[in-house]
């Protein structure tokens, strides 16, 4: 998908009534419609696949330098990311369409250190529905897509909180001795606070 076409899908999609009021529009995956298969490079060369992050919950960014509402979300992803750890939620920014000298420049330049992974010809992007940027696929610890999110998201908001808590039911202790509902209360505070 060239970058004009994502623009205007952007603009469309954000001018939306749908969107109006908060911004962003939540949609259950299909219920018969399985994940699509995930094979992305990180900026160090890293291959990542959705079959090996089984056991923790996702957060598929899909977003580009480019995409004003995508740059306006990032610090929020950052925060979110920091916040549940990545034992917890995975947090994971799928680049579409640009090289890794453009984004390591924003990366620097904006101070953000999310994982990122590469979409150069949109390939992922389409498979997964991501037509409007940012467009956002949370992903259970079972691998199982759930909801499909377009448009910006204050992901440090207590609506966030409410998207990303069912993702996290039924999860294993963290590595720092917490237990989870401790530590998904610690968070769900920290976001309400914000």
Known sequence: MQRRDLLGLTLAALAGP?????????TPWPARQPAPALRALDLQGKTWTLPELRGRAVLLNFWATWCPPCRAEM?????????????????????????????????????????????PQSEAAKAWGASVLPTTILIDAEGRPRQRVRGEVDWSGREAAAL???????????????????SKAQASTMLASQ
């Open 75 to 119: 610090p929020s992803l950052q925060q979110l990311a920091e916040i549940y750890g990545p034992e917890q939620l995975l947090v994971l920014a799928l680049n579409v369409g640009e090289g890794p000298r453009r984004i390591t420049q924003y990366l620097q330049s904006s101070g953000l250190n999310l994982t990122v992974l590469l979409d």
């Open 18 to 26: 749908a969107l109006a009021q908060r911004g962003y529009d939540v």
């Open 164 to 182: 990303i808590e069912p993702l996290l039911r039924g999860k294993p202790q963290r590595a720092s001795g917490l237990s989870t509902q401790r």
